[in-house]
């Protein structure tokens, strides 16, 4: 019987099993070195490039964006407290769980009824403003939780020296490397997003690589162009990694701090609670009231990025509803199959990670860093990884490289990094003293498990899990290229028909997708009180 | 009277961590039935001591003996913690913050193989002994931290063990409350006849509850004995301290 002693104990084998666990998230994406043997550079094609340079720019200018509006908001709105605080917080990230194409697809459709909005919403402009907006949900959540990590004395000293301001100044000193790097990766993840750019217009890196695969069915060139993408991805996000690991490895952890005392009704709380206001109607609002859009005045006929022709008769209307909503209820079970799958996989492989890591912080910082490079490959790397293995294999082995779980793994392979550094800051809240005091009473290891580390950890595993589901769910990438025939998730059936399918049918999917989305999200933020309380 | 018999003895332990050694050829020896107090100053090693006695941390060389068999050795633990007869209070409690009082005390006779009745009803005369039974069902967390040291010492005391271990359970209580515990403590541990081990860098503790102590200073055991033994010829800076202190206050008091 093992002891639960082994739970606190150093030794090697921490050091091979989360080694181990770390290569296993890494290990669908390595195939795709295979693709440089097959596809040389030269072949890649100059759109590939053409498409890099100009994801770059997206990425940079989404990137500085995000900063500016993210960074003050992030800070302001943990300093000063304004009622629907949590509402706008959660507001301002709908972007970050939602798929990009989905906020491209609002745009669009916005665009296409009204001339001011087209001027910024189409070509990069638009892929620029949809990077912005996920760049900056990432930098107010970085910028949030480093104010929260502000002590009360901290902040009392600020306030002695001078006024709100003050205090506004040294939250924001304080925020401004978390929410830089933030920035950063928001941007590196920019280059990986194909979305946007494929709805909008704008040939970036990723939707090439999606044109690649989805609609040249060339997975070999998919594979050469997603390798150079990662690398490149990982050319910047290891250095930057490397550099932020310790200080996220350190911040994952849970602080015993009396939290920040909330200033009173104040000018900054004002101005806080309006900027954020102010970011949620201009930036976040207009692409959901897009989607209402073709409903209310009834676009029957146009698709997404081509304005309707003619008003559709109510009964077509009506009809294109109904499609939408069987469409819905025929790919709902798979949805919440992928997601349900990949949440309790990245959950199962992070508290893995987590358990493996203990106390070592060095371990810890590994995690971190193999952690941020995995996220910020393309989603869908390690699907294209798995098919291609499944080209060169038999198909007897379809059944396993095209299943519902493959799916789920590879999913999940992607978001273990959000589950770790969950399970990581879980961990960090246990004392050693709790495993010492059942090792001298003999208190058997699976009873600790199940009576004192469980309930420990509840809330952070239900957490993660509901945010890897709902960052799961909104995949399109791996299941186009993984899901067995005929099981399709919502995502990918909104994806698949937006180009032909009435303008109408695509916005009645994508709403429904986003109900469930912000019913989830909801639930999370729930979730996240209790947790506090 | 007869004669202390050894119960713990460390020969010549290391503990090597990196990124310093934490213990240097560590020798000490814990009597039956005698109270020692483990005195030093913070990071000096004193904690891990009583980690590498209850056998929760192997030395790296040198040898644990626990009633006269090996216990521990270099690099492994021979015999488990919860097979050394020990109970241990430590300096944040560690009590399970999701089980209740009861559980708390309950789970903690685990091992005893005890029926599930008689550990209910040993767990709750823990608790009555130690002043908490009325608050049997309340979570740690919702508990006083003297109420919480109350229920820690009760998990300890329920098992019966023949051993305490004591890890500077006062630290961070008001001069009061540490005073009623300390009294209360140094009651139930003379009623139960246990030998008793505090690790504490408060020699007025120390003195309160101790008849013994062992002087810890960069991961050696300095000095060792009974307390009159290491007053009249104090060697290390805290214990001169300390006499001075003494020292002053009685002279004060006359």
């Given at each position: 019987m093992v002891s639960v002693m082994f739970l606190e104990q150093p030794g090697r084998w921490r050091v091979i099993t989360t080694g181990a666990l770390l290569a296993l998230i890494a290990l669908p994406v390595l195939?795709?070195?295979?693709a440089a043997v097959d596809v040389?550079?030269?072949?890649?094609?100059q759109a590939f490039w053409q498409g890099l340079a100009t994801s770059a720019r997206i990425a940079v200018v989404g990137a500085v964006l995000g900063l500016a509006i993210g960074l003050p908001v992030g800070v302001g709105t943990a300093l000063a407290p304004f009622p629907g605080r949590r509402v706008l917080l959660a507001a301002i990230g709908l972007p970050l769980v939602a798929p990009s194409f989905l906020w491209a697809i609002g745009w669009s459709t916005l665009a296409a009824h009204h001339a001011i909005a087209q001027a910024f919403t189409t070509g990069v402009s638009g892929c620029v403003l949809i990077a912005a907006t996920t760049t900056t949900a990432l930098v107010v959540f970085a910028s949030y939780a480093a104010t929260l990590e502000l002590s009360r004395s901290q902040i009392d000293a600020a306030l002695l020296s001078g006024s709100e301001g003050a205090v506004l100044r040294r939250a924001c000193r304080n925020a401004v490397l978390p929410a830089g790097f933030a920035a950063v990766l928001g941007g590196v993840m920019t280059l990986s997003d194909p979305g946007a750019g494929q709805i909008l217009g704008a040939h970036t890196a990723a939707a090439e690589i999606m044109t690649a695969f989805?609609?040249?069915?060339?997975i070999a060139l998919a594979a050469t162009q997603c390798l150079i993408l990662a690398a490149i991805v990982a050319a910047i996000a290891l250095p930057l990694a490397w550099i932020a690991g310790p200080r996220l490895a350190e911040a994952v952890l849970a602080r015993q701090l009396a939290p920040p005392p909330r200033r009173g009704r104040s000018t900054t709380s004002l101005m806080v609670a309006s900027m954020a206001s102010m970011y949620v109607l201009l930036i976040v609002a207009p692409p959901i009231v897009g989607l209402f859009v073709p409903l209310v005045r009834g676009g029957g006929s146009g698709s997404i990025g081509v304005p309707a022709l003619g008003p559709a008769a109510d009964d077509h209307l009506e009809l294109v509803l109904l499609g939408a909503l069987a469409t819905a209820a025929r790919t709902a079970l798979n949805t919440m199959i992928y997601a349900a799958g990949a949440a309790a996989l990245a959950v199962l492989v992070g508290s893995a990670i987590a358990l493996a890591v203990g106390r070592n912080s060095s371990l810890r910082t590994w995690a971190m860093t193999v952690g941020i490079v995995v996220f910020s490959w393309p989603s869908f790397a390690g699907a294209l990884g798995v098919a291609r293995v499944a080209t060169a294999a038999?198909?007897?082995?379809d059944v396993l490289l095209r299943s519902r779980f493959t799916v789920c793994a590879v999913l999940a392979s992607h978001f273990v990094p959000v589950a770790t550094a969950f399970a990581l800051r879980a961990a960090g809240t246990i004392a050693p003293s709790w495993t010492y005091a059942a090792a001298i009473h003999g208190v058997t290891l699976p009873r600790y498990l199940r009576m004192v580390l469980w309930p420990a950890v509840r809330p952070s595993v239900s957490l993660a899990f509901a945010l890897v589901a709902l960052l799961a769910s909104a995949d399109a990438g791996s299941v186009l290229l993984?899901?067995?025939?005929?099981?399709?998730s919502l995502p990918l059936a909104i994806f698949t028909v937006?180009?032909?399918?009435?303008e109408v049918a695509v916005a009645s999917l994508c709403l429904i997708y986003l109900l469930v989305t912000v019913a989830i999200l909801a639930a999370v933020v729930g979730l996240g009180v209790e947790h506090e309380t | 009277m007869t004669a202390p018999v050894s119960l713990f003895e460390l020969r010549n332990v290391c503990l090597r961590r990196?990124?310093?050694?934490?213990?240097?050829?560590c020798s000490f020896t814990l009597s039956r039935f005698v109270h020692t107090a483990v005195l030093g100053?913070?990071?000096?090693g004193k904690s891990t001591i009583l980690r590498v006695l209850a056998g929760l941390e192997a030395p790296t060389d040198g040898t644990v003996f626990v009633d006269g068999m090996l216990a521990s050795a270099a690099g492994r633990i021979v015999i488990a913690p919860n097979e050394r007869r020990i109970a241990m209070v430590f300096?944040?409690?560690?009590?399970?913050?999701?089980?209740d009082v009861m559980d708390n005390v309950r789970m903690g006779l685990?091992?005893?193989?005890?029926?599930r009745q008689e550990r209910r009803r040993r767990a709750m005369a823990a608790l009555d002994l130690c002043g908490v039974?009325?608050?049997?069902?309340?979570?740690?967390?919702?508990?006083s931290g003297g109420e919480q040291q109350r229920v820690a010492l009760a998990r300890a005391l329920a098992a019966e063990p023949a051993v305490l271990f004591l890890?500077?359970?006062?630290?961070?209580?008001?001069l009061a409350t540490k005073a009623d515990l300390l009294r209360d403590v140094k009651n139930l541990v003379s009623a139960r006849g246990l030998t008793v081990c505090l690790v504490t860098h408060d020699p007025t503790e120390a003195f309160a509850l101790c008849t013994h102590a062992a002087i810890v200073e960069e991961g050696r055991v300095a000095q060792h004995g009974p307390w009159r033994e290491l007053m009249s010829d104090p060697h290390s800076a805290i214990l001169r301290a300390f006499r001075a202190r003494y020292e002053t206050t009685a002279a004060s008091a006359d």
């Open positions: 195939p795709l070195g295979w040389p550079t030269a072949e890649v094609g989805a609609v040249r069915y060339d038999p198909s007897l082995l993984l899901h067995p025939p005929g099981e399709a937006m180009a032909n399918a009435p | 990196a990124p310093r050694d934490v213990l240097f050829d100053r913070s990071g000096c300096q944040d409690l560690g009590l399970w913050p999701g089980l685990e091992a005893s193989g005890l029926p039974g009325e608050l049997a069902q309340r979570l740690p967390g919702t508990l890890d500077e359970p006062f630290a961070g209580l008001d």
